[in-house]
């Protein structure tokens, strides 16, 4: 079971794709500019940003499971 939930995890986090996540006003005065490596920047920092909570949920999860496996093991 672990195998297979670890092979799940793994093909979920090579499925990502890039994504463009900025609002339109942020989008709109960051193009305007002709330099576009600072619309970039932006846009890294939004994605880095959006995916730091879904880390530390998955982090805590793990540890939740693993000590609910825990005490399941200890009373077979």
Known sequence: ?????????V???LSVTDSFSQ????RAQLE????????ESVNDGIVYLMAVPYVL?????????RSFN????KNT
């Open 1 to 9: 079971m672990l195998k297979r939930t670890s092979i799940v995890f």
């Open 57 to 65: 949920i998955a982090v805590i999860a793990f540890f939740i499971y």
């Open 23 to 26: 609002c339109a006003m942020c």
């Open 70 to 73: 825990k005490k399941s093991n």
């Open 32 to 39: 305007s500019m002709e330099d576009t490596s600072m619309a």
């Open 11 to 13: 093909l979920i986090l």
